[in-house]
């Protein structure tokens, strides 16, 4: 990667808007940071290929700005508002709790990368692989520790960028193939996801996944 | 001995309630307000040392020795703050704690000269102050410590000299982490929005103010021009790792740092003016982002 | 040999039958197609097994797409459930559809999706890139996601969000180790097109870095071991096969669940290659084989409803396999015989509790009990499809399964012998318990009259005749296919 100031911030930036996502407890404004976050990893196309104008890049980089920052979100903010559920996120882990587990996986995951022998070319190449680590952690976390569909459906957008910031830092030149799919997988993900929220608040009268508990055994 | 080195000590001890002058202008100005005379807080203090004092019958020695233990205190941390490049009067390895600890122990007087006086308003204030400056304290600590990493200086002089543009094109974003970190710790130290409210006149909203309820006359002068202090001294740190201007020219470096600590203060000021109050539970929650923020950037450092 | 133009007419056959069916007019048209269609894709994909095992692996798309011994043999399994189940849904939805339960709207979902699965399924096993076989992953989760809530149901609702999210969660994991291999092959300079085929991986595999493709393989084994309903990570299995009618429950134990084990099978000899064929993937494998068989059997003795019984034997089974892969050469003989066997009489299993919880409205173990002798047939194929599932001699399950223990005897891994008889045996005694009961115990509830056409006896009787016969005798080009396809296992090409 190139351009040393401007490629640090994107991983900087990922972990960032990161921690502020464990810490909102605005549903619209976790929705904004997954969209910033979906922005800035689009950026990462272009910038690997440094000074060359590459007309692939460019193309990933428009698809999937538009897909992770308009369309996502649009989506999103949609099935909020038809469903009809409260504004507030309602964590099983509270916001502060949140953030400190948050910056232990940071720690974590910059411990353990410096375990694995990736290939990473760069400097820049391994603080990204570090942040795509945390990103897929923190994905993870959001999922296990709120209680409504939708911020699931978030935390499975943040575990993909931290997947696709660690592939891009890892496999230098993904086939565009499975880059691509990775970008249509994601969408179809979110947008049937969305679908399924639908249904259940129909069914429900509320996406609150925690009293999705009735099956068990 | 330098003449130059009195210069920080000599523009804080005069320039310091300046600060307040320009925050409360911003504020008027965002209300759409004149706002009052930015040199207000010199005719406020001025005008508290002329009146006389009244002290509480339930209050003790340590009551009345509290402001001047705080102003010494906060005097001597000030003189340890370097201007940007021009180092302090007397920097020795170190005195990064010392100042972090001094500046503790107003808290410390403050607190119990609060607790002293015996009302329940001043002891909800104190415990208040306490319990936020104990989760602001590892803030501060983990953000100077990553600058004592970077410059490899133990000595506030010695780190704020070293940071040059050179430091900040290595370690740009981890740097810019621990600003905001300072930037949060000023504002919880300082008792600003969102923390607290200076304007606020309900005791049960107050933290830093309802402890200085009971004090009076030059007393309270005294802990005014302490504040102002204490805002200059946390603004010093905040100005002089943003600003990394080391020309090595005196008025040149006076002049940036002079800038760059008002335009600190017109932030300070449209923080103010933009941000509501928090939540007193929420405090912890912007708090722990600053911890976060403090511990990003030695992630980054450490790579 | 030849283009390889069928397995293009394999994959665009599903997906031209998905259109067609939404664009019929009635659900008893859509049955018609999902039952002849289905069957027919199925025979076409049991010609095109039968092409490679007789002349060589196919390829086209550039080699993109390849079906060598081993994807042959994994497709005949499919087509054989696939055909199976899609008979069988014409039946069984036709119950549906007459008593007011199955609309239009419900066919055409169903069908779509249905021929889509088998699309994304056969995608999975037709794919010679790793990374196209994970977008056929995806793909079987989020088509087969909608398959579960065909009845809009809240508990429905609630198992499919469960699936979905759960796959979803371990695909993105099997996404990251797909990476981490993908990374390794541009460590020792593949070109960038050649950098996830698994023809030019298996040959590269020594040279691969070990580190890389031992942590490439953990988060495979448990992102697609997630799909594969292998414990810890079989959360979703019970909540989705409960729920889902009972067509799409036996494809999701004798189709998705192997499919999914077919991708741990394709990165096995890779990791093994890389570490030197010391046995640490087949460790890794054994050891979640064995939590897969002992969480299951711990649950099995709780169960009160036929399908989520059904749904923890899976996860028995699932780890039956993989504990054969774990085993060695003769161990993976055994877990792909065991497949097949599983595959059929699972599918079997679902099929008769399916038909007997439309007849008792409930799936209940406890409901249905003296069903053998009110519901002659299905009742029948119920009890005889445990019994048979359960290991009893001489049918295929326990010869696959003796299999295994002679692959472990020979192995020396008399731990995981231990452990493997204590968890079959825990299963053996509560399950029968629980058939016998269902079959043969005292009535509770009456049953409604269920029609059961020539085709459904002849499903139940093909199907329980077959795995007698493959339990006493296994044919020897059958057994050159096993060997063949685990000799791929083994890091053959």
């Not at chain 2, 002891?123 to 208040?128: C, T």
């Not at chain 3, 960038?192 to 493709?213: D, R």
Request: proline share 4%; with cysteine; glycine share 10%.
């Amino acid at each position: 990667m190139q351009n040393n100031l401007i490629s640090e911030l994107i991983p900087v930036l990922l972990i960032v808007t990161n921690l502020l996502l464990l810490g909102s407890s605005r549903m619209r404004a976790c929705i904004t940071l997954v969209a910033a976050q979906g922005i800035v990893l689009g950026l990462i196309p272009v910038l690997l290929e440094g000074q060359q104008f590459s007309v692939t890049a460019w193309f990933l980089a428009i698809v999937s700005i538009t897909l992770k920052g308009i369309i996502f979100p649009m989506l999103l903010v949609r099935t909020l508002r038809e469903t009809g559920t409260r504004k507030e996120v309602e964590p099983f882990v509270g916001f502060t709790l949140s953030l400190l587990i948050g910056v232990g996986f940071v720690i974590f995951s910059m411990w353990i990368a410096s375990r694995m022998s990736l290939p990473a070319q760069t400097p820049i190449a391994a603080l990204m692989t570090r942040a795509g680590l945390a990103t897929l952690l923190i994905g993870l976390f959001v999922i296990v520790s709120r209680r409504k569909a939708l911020n699931q459906v978030l935390g499975y957008i943040v575990m993909e960028n931290g997947i696709f910031a660690f592939g891009a830092a890892l496999v230098a030149d993904m086939p565009t193939l499975v880059e691509l799919g990775v970008l249509l997988d994601a969408f179809v993900a979110v947008f049937i996801m969305s679908i399924a929220a639908h249904q259940i608040s129909r069914e429900f009268d509320h996406i609150d996944v925690d009293q999705l508990n009735t099956l068990k055994g | 001995m330098d003449v130059t080195r009195f210069i920080p000590l000599a523009i804080a001890l005069l320039a310091a309630p300046l600060l307040f002058g320009i925050i409360n202008r911003t504020k008027a100005f965002f209300a759409g307000r004149r706002g009052s005379p930015l040199l207000q807080l010199y005719f406020d203090i001025a005008k508290l040392m002329r009146k006389g004092v009244t002290y509480s019958n339930t209050t003790t020695w340590v009551f009345r020795a509290g402001p001047v233990l705080v102003l010494s205190a906060t005097i001597v941390a000030v003189a340890f703050v370097p201007m940007g490049g021009i180092p302090a009067i007397s920097p020795f390895p170190g005195d990064i704690l010392l100042f972090a600890y001094l500046l503790a122990m107003t808290r410390f007087m403050t607190i119990i000269a609060a607790l002293d006086t015996g009302s329940s308003f001043e002891g909800m204030g104190a415990s208040r102050e306490a319990f936020f400056s104990a989760l602001a304290e590892p803030a501060l600590l983990l953000g100077v410590s990553t600058l004592v990493y970077v410059s490899g200086q133990t000595s506030l002089s010695g780190i704020f000299a070293s940071v040059n543009p050179a430091v900040w094109g290595n370690y740009g974003p981890a740097l810019a982490l621990v600003a905001i970190a300072l930037g949060a710790v000023l504002l919880v130290e300082c008792s600003r929005i969102p923390i607290d409210d200076p304007n606020t006149h309900l005791e049960l909203t107050m933290i830093h103010e309802v402890m200085i309820l009971d004090n009076s006359g030059p007393d309270l002068g005294i802990i005014e021009y302490a504040s102002s202090l204490k805002l200059w001294a946390f603004g010093s740190l905040i100005v002089g790792l943003a600003v990394p201007v080391r020309s090595g020219i005196l008025i040149v470096d006076c002049a940036t740092f002079l800038v760059g600590m008002l335009v600190l203060a017109v932030l300070v000021g449209t923080i103010e003016s933009t941000m509501g109050r928090l939540r007193l539970t929420n405090v912890p929650r912007l708090i722990s982002g600053a911890i976060a923020s403090a511990v990003l950037a030695w992630a980054l450092i450490l790579r | 040999m030849g283009t390889g133009w069928e397995l293009w007419v394999l994959l665009t056959a599903s997906v031209a039958a998905s259109v067609a069916s939404l664009l019929l007019r009635t659900p008893r048209q859509i049955l018609r197609l999902v039952s002849v269609g289905g069957a027919a894709w199925s025979l076409l994909a049991i010609l095109i097994s039968l092409q490679v095992f007789i002349c060589g692996p196919v390829s086209t798309a550039f080699s993109w797409l390849r079906v060598d011994s081993l994807s042959a043999y994994q497709l005949v399994v499919l087509a054989l459930v696939y055909g199976a189940s899609s008979i069988f849904a014409n039946g069984y939805f036709l119950h549906e559809e007459s008593h007011g339960k199955f609309g239009l709207h419900a066919a055409r979902r169903f069908a779509a999706l249905w021929f889509g699965s088998a699309a994304a399924m056969s995608l999975v096993l037709l794919s010679n890139n790793l990374g196209l076989m994970w977008v056929g992953i995806e793909a079987t989760t989020l088509l087969t996601g909608f398959l579960i809530t065909i009845h809009s149901t809240p508990l429905s609702l609630e198992a499919m969000w469960k699936y979905l999210l759960v796959c979803s969660v371990g695909v993105a994991f099997a996404f990251v180790g797909t990476l981490l291999v993908g990374a390794s092959a541009q460590k020792i300079g593949l070109e960038s097109n050649e950098m996830l085929m698994w023809t030019s991986l298996s040959t590269a595999a020594p040279l691969l870095n070990p580190g890389l493709m031992k942590l490439a393989f953990i988060f495979l084994i448990v992102g697609y071991g997630t799909k594969a309903g292998l414990a810890p990570m079989h959360s979703w299995l019970p909540d989705a096969h409960s729920q889902a009618p009972a067509p799409v429950s036996a494809l999701f134990s004798g189709a998705m669940l192997n499919t999914a084990l077919y991708c741990i099978m394709r990165y096995l000899p890779l990791v093994e290659g890389a570490t030197g064929y010391q046995g640490w993937g087949m460790q890794l494998l054994l050891i979640f084989g064995l939590i897969s068989i002992m969480v299951a059997a711990g649950f099995i003795i709780f169960q009160h409803d036929g399908k989520r019984l059904l749904a923890y034997h899976s996860v028995e089974h699932m780890g039956i396999i993989a504990l054969g892969l774990g085993l060695g050469p003769i161990g993976a003989f055994a877990a792909l015989w065991h497949t097949l066997n599983h595959a059929l009489c699972k599918s079997l299993s679902f099929f008769a509790i399916g038909r007997l919880g439309q007849a008792y409205g409930s799936h209940s173990l406890d409901r249905i009990a003296g069903a053998a002798r009110r519901v002659p047939l299905w009742g029948m194929a119920f009890l005889f499809s445990i019994i048979i599932l359960i290991g009893v001699a001489p049918f295929a399950i326990f010869m696959s399964e003796f299999a295994i223990l002679r692959a472990a005897i020979s192995q020396a891994s008399y731990v995981a012998l231990g452990i493997f008889l204590l968890g079959t045996g825990v299963v053996f005694i509560s399950a029968l318990k629980h058939a016998l009961d269902s079959g043969y115990g005292k009535e509770v509830a009456e049953p409604s009259p269920v029609r059961t056409s020539g085709l459904d006896y002849a499903v139940v009787g093909v199907g329980l005749a077959m795995l007698l016969a493959l339990g006493v005798w296994m044919p020897g080009p059958m057994r050159d296919i096993l060997e063949g396809a685990a000799r791929i296992i083994g890091g053959a090409r």
